[in-house]
Each structure stands twice: as structure tokens, then as C-alpha cells.
Nanobody, 126 residues
Framework: QVVLVESGGGTVQAGSSLTVSCRVS????????MAWFRQVIGLEMEFVAA???????TAADSMKGRFTISRDNAKRTEYLQMNNLAPEDTAIYFC????????????????????WGQGTQVTVSS
């Protein structure tokens, strides 16, 4: 069983930066696609970005330029660096991992992923 553990969420002021992390803490998952989604309670899950083992990246247009996804394969960890945060970025941020085979990183639907972390809350105050 693959277990994903997120960390790094918190409360920051608008304009601040924050980096959240997701580590594959257990299970056989080495070369799969990883991604970040976010969700505001009551709304649908929103795709943020995905990154392949080789570093191919797909990011939501609305977050390009502010959010950067990366991964350290040796540490089995992915990161999401968020800059110039705004109150509308307030959400629970989930990491996801895809165990099925994939080509590139253009997998933007929650159903494309097999494993999910528990989520980490990011709150941006104005």
C-alpha cells in the first residue's frame, strides 16, 4: 500500500510564499507520476500541477508563474512552491500519485490518480 504524507501547510499573509511537500512514506512507488490538487470545501477538486519521473510538467494555466512543482526522486518527495499567495488560494492541498503507466504528465483529472495524501490546509489571509 502506497502512503503519501503531506507537510508544510499553514496560515500566511497575502503576498507570501509557502512550500508544501509530499513524501511517499511506504509502498512500491518509484517512477510514477505525481501531482497536486486543491479543494475548497464544497467545491470540486482542482488540478494544480503534475510532474513525471523524468521531470515533465503540466500545470494549470491559472497557476503558472506563481506555483512551481518539483520532485526529488531519491527522497521520493514532491514539492509545490507557491509564491505571491492570495486569499483565493486558500484550500486543502492534496498530493496524488499515479501507479498506472503514463506518458508525459498531462493527467489532470482526479480519476487519473491511484493514491492520495490526507491533505494539508493552506490558508491565506488578506
Amino acid at each position: 500500500q502506497v502512503v503519501l504524507v503531506e507537510s508544510g501547510g499553514g496560515t500566511v499573509q497575502a503576498g507570501s510564499s509557502l512550500t508544501v511537500s509530499c513524501r511517499v512514506s511506504s509502498g512500491a512507488f518509484n517512477r510514477g507520476l505525481m501531482a497536486w490538487f486543491r479543494q475548497v470545501i464544497g467545491l470540486e477538486m482542482e488540478f494544480v500541477a503534475a510532474i513525471s519521473w523524468a521531470g515533465s510538467i503540466t500545470a494549470a494555466d491559472s497557476m503558472k508563474g506563481r506555483f512551481t512543482i518539483s520532485r526529488d526522486n531519491a527522497k521520493r518527495t514532491e514539492y509545490l512552491q507557491m509564491n505571491n499567495l492570495a486569499p483565493e488560494d486558500t484550500a486543502i492541498y492534496f498530493c496524488a500519485a499515479r501507479a498506472r503507466s503514463s506518458t508525459g504528465s498531462e493527467y489532470t483529472q482526479p480519476s487519473d490518480y491511484d493514491y492520495w495524501g490526507q491533505g494539508t490546509q493552506v490558508t491565506v489571509s488578506s
